[in-house]
C-alpha cells in the first residue's frame, strides 16, 4: 500500500503563497497518479490538481478551473515526494488540503484515489 503525508500548510494573507509537500512510501508510488484535493468546512471534498505518468519522464498535470494559472503541481519521484505550488491565494482557497495516490491515468474524481494523507490545513486571510 501507498502512505502519504502532507507538510507545509499554515496562515497567509491574500495574495501570498505558499508550498505544500506530501511525503509517499510505497513501491508504487512513482507510478502513481498523484493528486491534490481540499474540503472547506460545509462543503464536499472537491479536485484541486493532479498529475500523472505517461511514459519515460513524462508527466502530465490537470487544474481545477479556480486554480488554473495560480497553482501548479510538481513531483520529485526520486524522493518520494509531491508538491502543489499556491500562488496569488483568495480567502475561498481557505480549506485542509490532502494528498493521494491512485492508479487511474489522469483520474480527478475522489472515488478514483484509495489512498490519502491526512491533510494540512490552509488558512488564508483577507
Known amino acids: 500500500q501507498v502512505q502519504m503525508a502532507e507538510s507545509g500548510g499554515g496562515l497567509v494573507q491574500a495574495g501570498g503563497s505558499l508550498r505544500l509537500s506530501c511525503a509517499g512510501s510505497?513501491?508504487?508510488?512513482?507510478?502513481?497518479?498523484l493528486g491534490w484535493f481540499r474540503q472547506a468546512p460545509g462543503k464536499e471534498r472537491e479536485f484541486v490538481a493532479s498529475?500523472?505518468?505517461?511514459?519515460?519522464?513524462?508527466?502530465?498535470?490537470y487544474y481545477a478551473d479556480s486554480v488554473k494559472g495560480r497553482f501548479a503541481i510538481s513531483r520529485d519521484d526520486a524522493k518520494n515526494t509531491l508538491y502543489l505550488q499556491m500562488n496569488g491565494l483568495k480567502p475561498e482557497d481557505t480549506a485542509v488540503y490532502y494528498c493521494?495516490?491512485?492508479?487511474?491515468?489522469?483520474?480527478?474524481?475522489?472515488?478514483?484515489?484509495?489512498?490519502w494523507g491526512q491533510g494540512t490545513q490552509v488558512t488564508v486571510s483577507s
Open positions: 493521494a495516490a491512485s492508479g487511474v491515468f489522469a483520474a480527478t474524481v475522489r472515488t478514483d484515489y484509495p489512498y
Open positions: 510505497g513501491r508504487t508510488f512513482s507510478s502513481s497518479t
Open positions: 498529475i500523472s505518468v505517461s511514459g519515460w519522464n513524462v508527466y502530465n498535470a
